[in-house]
């Protein structure tokens, strides 16, 4: 099955410090997600973007879907982006829906 | 309504007892998915719903663990018997079609 790597693992910056956060996939995919789990552990939408470019605010995420990679940009990091972000993707001709999620980037904001 | 709701957010069931989780998705959305995460980072897909249909049960543990999407009624994954391995927060989310998905709050379950 499609394997997702994500990286760095764990994250420490400082507050107002700029970060990116990457995910690569194995195989061509039809749906691409990045969520924020939060420390109370709720999970957040950031983005669905299985290819191009999107930004809210002071996040952004760019998939290039050729090369099988995501990035998701953070600018001017805070306290309450500390957490864990996910990227998950569902594979070109697998289970539409069935979301295969990578271990994740755990982020600590030091103030 | 325009969130994905679980119910309950904590439940605590002694061995080989059964539990019930309920969620109830976004208005207009017609697909529902359980997914387990164990420890903190691993996320297990569980089923999949169109509307009262199974769409995808690949996921699940079949022995033990059920669902269902009645109309009318919030969606329900039921496990009978739990076991220690069975303590994970279990989401539910919903989509309008099988492209973005939606996530509810979770709902913990520990198995004592």
């Known amino acids: 099955g499609i394997q997702v790597e994500q990286s760095p693992p764990d994250l420490i910056l400082q507050e107002g410090a700029n970060s990116t956060l990457r995910c690569n996939f194995s195989d061509s995919v039809n749906n691409l997600q990045w969520f924020h789990q939060n420390p109370w552990g709720q999970l957040i939408n950031l983005f669905y973007i299985p290819s191009g470019t999107k930004q809210n605010g002071r996040l952004s995420a760019t998939t290039v879907a050729t090369e099988r990679y995501s990035l998701l940009y953070i600018s001017s990091s805070q306290t309450t982006d500390s957490g864990v972000y996910f990227c998950?993707?569902?594979?070109?001709?697998?289970?539409?829906?069935?979301?295969?999620f990578g271990k994740g980037t755990k982020l600590s904001v030091k103030p | 309504g325009e969130e994905v709701a679980q119910t309950p957010k904590h439940l605590v069931r002694g061995e080989g007892q059964k539990a019930k989780l309920y969620c109830a998705p976004i208005k207009g959305h017609s697909y529902v998915f359980w997914y387990q995460q164990v420890l903190k980072n691993e996320f297990k897909f569980l089923i999949s719903?169109?509307?009262?249909?199974?769409?995808?049960e690949t996921g699940m543990p079949k022995e033990r663990f059920s669902a269902k999407c009645l109309p009318n009624s919030p969606c329900s994954l039921e496990i009978q018997a739990t076991k220690l391995e069975d303590s994970a927060v279990y989401f539910c989310a919903s989509s309008p079609n099988t492209g973005e998905l939606f996530f509810g709050e979770g709902s913990r379950l520990t198995v004592l």
């Open positions: 998950a993707v569902d594979s070109y001709g697998g289970s539409q829906g069935n979301l295969i």
């Open positions: 719903f169109q509307n009262e249909n199974v769409f995808d």
